[in-house]
């Protein structure tokens, strides 16, 4: 009996690896040539510092979903979202195609990188990382072709009606999503569940398929993740440190706080995503140091739900132009570190002296005391 033929994988799919792929090379290249990862200032310069992050522990994700919010990439036969009064443009190389209200994208092969859309069992919304959706050549655009080596869909980047959400999806390089519902992940020898899970991993490294039917999303993933989320809250503990650059200055009372600051870089030294939850003073003038701290990405399903995290109550909140200080990061992956300028405001009047002072990282990890020891010159 002659063995049956192999098919032939599909367009859109070997497309699919091709890119996610090449974003796993460059990632790779630029944190080497670079010397780590970079970070952007809390409210200050910033020369980056630390090694890249990796995915860190197998994980199996199986549940029951009335939401679910994901980001990822995902291969479409075709695409059709609502701008409502709002813009779209095609950007290509022998026309351009522009309007509002519904666009919809026919042909296969169309890849996407989605960022946060929500999926229910009777809708969905879209929301692309970045606003730009490559289209291979040939594509139909509201049922024009467009042709070129380098066609774009280009719509706003906030969350629009997605039309047309297959009734299966498989999400790869999968870097964030949650649900609400019931579910299980098992990870770590253990097995978490809640009506609120959710999971954080390199992109990359984790995949995940939904099924929707009338009722229900059933999700069922599998990869590598750095942390796990259970009711909002990262459940994986792991280490820390900071790195102390610059924690000994003199400064001017009443001076303004555009070139006085100290240096630090909260650095993860364990085996899970390190998820910082509130910055809080410990000892001596604390609230001198200005200090922003973002809340915990969402992990609700895309349910409305209070933030978690962002607490740095009893600290500075002076940024150099107006409102308060820039936010840091609240994520820091596994052998990765966050390098920051933090700026500090001496009030007017007050006397001259040495004055230590003490702030404490707090979250899935001991607490970690950063000390530094403010000057006040006479």
Known sequence: MQAAARSRPPQWLILLIAIVGGLGIVAAAVVYLAGGRT?????????????????????TITGTARSVQMSGVVGLNSLAIDMGTDHWRVASSDQSLAGT?????????????????VIGPAGATFNARDGHIALPDGTLVNGTAVHGDHVELIVDSGPRP?????????????????????????????????????????????????????????????????????????????????????????????????????????????????????????????????????????????????QVGGDTSGLGDNG????????????????????RDLSVSVPAGTPAGVYPIEIALEGNFDPVIFSMTITVAG
Do not use: K
Not at 39 to 59: E, K, L, M, V
Not at 102 to 115: L, P, Q, R
Not at 320 to 339: C, E, M, N, T
């Open 101 to 117: 209200g519904a666009v919809t994208a026919e042909g296969g092969g169309i890849i996407v990188s989605v960022f946060r859309a």
């Open 162 to 306: 997605w039309l047309d959400a297959p009734p299966s999806m498989e999400f790869h390089a999968t870097d964030q999503f949650s649900w609400a519902g019931s579910g299980d992940i098992a990870v770590d020898g253990q097995h978490l569940s809640g009506e609120f899970l959710g999971a954080m991993s390199q992109p990359g490294s984790l995949t995940v398929t939904l099924t929707r039917t009338p009722d229900v999303v059933q999700v069922v993933g599998s990869g590598a993740v750095q942390q796990v989320f259970v009711e909002g809250q990262p459940v994986l503990r792991t280490t820390a440190q900071v790195d102390r650059l610059r924690s000994d200055i003199t400064v001017h009372a009443g001076d303004n706080n555009d070139s006085t600051y100290v240096t630090w870089a909260p650095r993860n030294t364990g085996t899970f995503g390190a998820c910082i939850l509130r910055i809080s003073p410990r000892s001596g003038h604390a609230e001198w140091v200005n200090l922003g701290l973002q809340h915990m990405p969402p992990m609700f399903g895309g349910e409305q739900h209070e």
């Open 39 to 59: 970070r952007s200032s809390g409210d200050g310069s910033n020369n980056g510092g630390g090694t890249a992050g990796h995915a860190s522990a197998a994980a």
């Open 320 to 339: 150099r132009l107006f409102g308060g200080p820039d936010a840091i990061d609240s994520f820091i992956s596994v052998g990765d570190a966050d390098r």
